[in-house]
């Protein structure tokens, strides 16, 4: 009789913020590409890691840091903090939001890496529907359908690569358990 392999609860949650990882990369990469294409010039490392001086020039995850850290602490960040919490709210929305990720697809009965295209989908729309409440977007039917099928395109890259590292990392035996 064949074995198969269960993930633990907590291999399931390891393995999905191991993907999402994966994921964040590849939808820097798509975004990466997207500004080569369009006569870009900065290479990859210097365009991930682009110095943030100010909270103005501060993309959308480092203003939700922003708000969250000074929330907590009742201080003002400077102007210094714009880069490191921008890029670590980067990084933590796309690893942690993986998390359930993994939690969910490992509940199902035979989960598939296709199941990424509605993840990203999901985590594209939600934050069409959060960030405008937060101030930081516009209502969605504000935008032109290139800036939204942009966006779109990365998330579906970040679904996928998700969703493909997960399907990987669920077969190995630190993540999971014979039945």
């Given amino acids: 009789m064949r074995t198969r392999k269960q993930l633990t609860p907590l ?3 390891g393995a999905g913020l191991a993907a999402g990882a994966v994921g964040t990369v590849c939808m820097d990469a798509a975004r990466f590409l997207r500004q080569r294409r369009a006569g870009g010039e900065r290479n990859a490392l210097h365009w991930e890691f682009a110095p943030v001086r100010t909270w103005q020039e501060a993309p959308d995850p480092g203003q939700v840091g922003k708000r969250l850290v000074e929330a907590f602490t009742r201080r ?4 210094s903090a714009a880069f490191p919490v921008s890029t670590f709210m980067h990084w933590a929305y796309g690893v942690g939001n993986a998390a359930f990720y993994g939690a969910v697809s490992a509940s199902l009965r035979k989960p598939h890496v296709l199941y990424g295209l509605p993840y990203g989908a ?3 729309l939600s934050g069409y529907v959060v960030l405008p409440i937060a101030g930081l977007y ?3 039917w504000t935008y032109d359908a290139k800036t939204l099928g942009d966006d779109l395109t990365a998330h579906l890259a970040y679904g996928l690569g998700t969703s493909s590292a997960f399907w990987l990392l669920s077969r190995v035996s630190v993540f999971s358990r014979q039945l």
């Fill in 11 to 13: 291999g399931a949650v």
């Fill in 76 to 79: 003002e960040l400077p102007d």
């Fill in 122 to 124: 999901l985590v594209w």
């Fill in 138 to 140: 516009k209502p969605i």
